[in-house]
């Protein structure tokens, strides 16, 4: 009976955290699937399988990829994801039992409570889907193959440190654990062994460390988190006293695993996921979706002070028709607040490469598409951004590269239906020309070529607007980054081109406002502008603004 009832208990808990977590991304941090998903693109390709699996845990990254490619669904995604923390939730008390038939409820609240801790660790962007899935395969092989003999660990070690990497200790350590026996002691000694030959022989382009401590797990090369280390010692040590104390002390090792499961989850929230990199993904996202309001309502409530949340605001306030009346309400990081130079990272730029595609600087948007890509640390490629690249090549016509990319996307789940459509675009202007999006941004793109030079971009703006009067984002871009930089001439001049093509009623409040506090010298109480204007000249020199360096 208490067999049956620690088996029922054990799975309404398991079920519980796969609801709790689902809810949790699914509501509270959309913008963190989103993030991830876009950085990877999972094919149904056998060359893409072989390509993973030919890399030390690269079984676990296929399977994690895959799980993660669902966040496009972001309901489905949020549940499979739930499920991965349910299912280690579930794996938990099965491991204690094996070790320990005691009918105690403490394994089902410790492995709450190791659930949690992912949770908390998965809070760093960083992290990537393989750590749990190895994780999940390291304990699951422990429970196929736990009365195993010698041979088959002297053959499944070596195999699973090369499948799904470092975490293959849980399944040693597990081992010794269970047959509590000083002869198992090898087993340690084994895997050192396994990782060092392997290293020597099959990985000699990586540190030792990566080798140690896992390369798919963590998306930055040559770095880990503190808690990808922690949680399989606390899962050994956990269970490993779990042996030794029997049943002894269960009742207030139950209250303490529960307490600190709760404990776990609020700091999740308060301190792993209520960070400024998480409002910034939230506008990134926000932005993927179009949703322009919702990223300005959004920076009424919250501002973080770096140029990336001014891009994102101000490009909204420009696709709602709000930047010349209320730019200077919001934040500004300084002349790069509307475009930033290139930074050699995946996030950076997002702003900026959507602000590109939306003015009709393709070639530039391009250009930043396909350096973030390339950016990608673990060289994989991204759904996002090839899609992007796609886009940039059909505008320009430039059709064989659009071609290449959307072969590869069409070997994708979610990105497949997308290629299909876009591939019937190939080759043939008129139909380009008369889709909604790509036809405006042929419409909307220089005419000539012209040398990007990022020191003038309010030239770029310029030139833009002159080659198509109709696109009131660069007029009204030109003129905003006039007033970033402080050019009080060219601010004065392009004002006429906003009486003349900006079709207001009246002049914007913004320029009202620049424009007065020009007219006074700075010398303007209650101005915006003239906050902003004051902050540059106290960080520069009085020649004029010069670029901050926030990023």
């Not at 709000?322 to 130079?341: H, V």
Request: proline content about 4%.
């Amino acid at each position: 009976m208490k067999t049956f009832f620690f088996k029922h208990i054990n799975l309404t808990i398991s079920i519980l955290v796969t609801l709790f977590v689902a809810l949790f991304w699914y509501f509270l941090h959309p913008e963190a699937m989103s993030y991830q998903e876009q950085y990877q693109l999972w094919l149904w390709d056998t060359d893409y399988f072989y390509d993973s699996v030919s890399q030390m845990g690269g079984l676990a990254d296929f399977i994690g990829e895959f799980i993660v490619q669902w966040y496009k669904i972001e309901w489905l995604g949020a549940l499979l994801l739930g499920g991965v923390y349910g299912l280690i939730c579930w794996l938990v008390p099965r491991l204690a039992r094996s070790v320990n038939e005691a009918d105690s409820l403490f394994p089902v609240f410790f492995g709450g409570c190791v659930s949690m801790l992912l949770l908390w660790l998965m809070s760093d962007e960083s992290i990537l889907m393989s750590y749990p899935v190895a994780l999940i395969l390291a304990m699951s092989l422990f429970l196929v193959l736990r009365k195993a003999n010698v041979l088959y660990d002297i053959i499944v070690i070596p195999v699973m440190y090369w499948l799904i990497g470092p975490v293959v200790w849980v399944y040693a350590i597990m081992k010794c654990i269970y047959r509590y026996e000083f002869k198992t002691l090898w087993l340690p000694v084994y895997v050192i062994a396994s990782q060092i030959l392997i290293f020597h022989f099959f990985m000699p382009q990586w540190p030792l460390q990566s080798a140690l401590c896992g390369i798919g797990y963590y998306r930055m090369p040559l770095d880990y988190a503190t808690l990808q280390i922690i949680i399989p010692i606390v899962i050994c040590v956990g269970l490993w006293g779990y042996r030794l104390l029997k049943d002894h002390y269960s009742k207030p090792l139950c209250v303490c695993t529960a307490i600190l499961a709760i404990v776990f989850a609020y700091l999740t929230n308060s301190k792993g996921y209520n960070q400024p990199i998480y409002e910034l993904m939230r506008q990134d996202y926000l932005i993927r979706n179009e949703r322009w309001n919702d990223v300005i309502e959004r920076a009424e409530e919250v501002t973080i002070p770096i140029n990336f949340w001014s891009e994102s605001v101000n490009l909204s306030l420009g696709m709602t028709g709000q930047l010349a009346d209320r730019q200077f309400e919001f934040f500004q990081s300084g002349q790069d607040a509307l475009i930033m130079p290139m930074v050699r990272d995946i996030t950076s730029n997002m702003p900026s490469m959507e602000a590109f595609y939306r003015l009709g600087m393709i070639n530039e948007c391009l250009r930043y598409s396909f350096d973030m890509q390339e950016c990608l640390p673990n060289g994989k490629k991204s759904g996002r951004l090839s899609q992007r690249i796609v886009e940039c090549c059909i505008i320009n016509g430039k059709y064989s590269i659009a071609k290449k990319y959307i072969g590869i996307l069409k070997k994708s789940t979610f990105y497949k239906e997308w290629a299909e459509e876009a591939e019937k675009y190939l080759y043939n202007d008129a139909m380009v020309e008369s889709h909604a999006s790509w036809g405006k941004a042929r419409q909307l793109r220089y005419k000539v070529n012209i040398l990007f030079y990022y020191p003038q971009i309010e030239k770029m703006f310029a030139n833009l607007f002159a080659t198509n009067t109709s696109n009131r984002l660069a007029l009204e871009y030109c003129i905003a980054q006039d007033l970033l930089k402080g050019n009080a001439d060219d601010f004065r001049d392009h004002l006429s081109w906003a009486q003349q093509y900006g079709g207001y009623p009246s002049m914007p409040r913004a320029y009202q406002d620049a424009y007065n506090c020009i007219m006074a010298q700075g010398n303007l109480p209650g101005s915006s502008y003239a906050e902003y204007a004051k902050r540059m000249y106290d960080m520069q020199s009085e020649g004029g603004f010069e670029q901050t360096e926030t990023h």
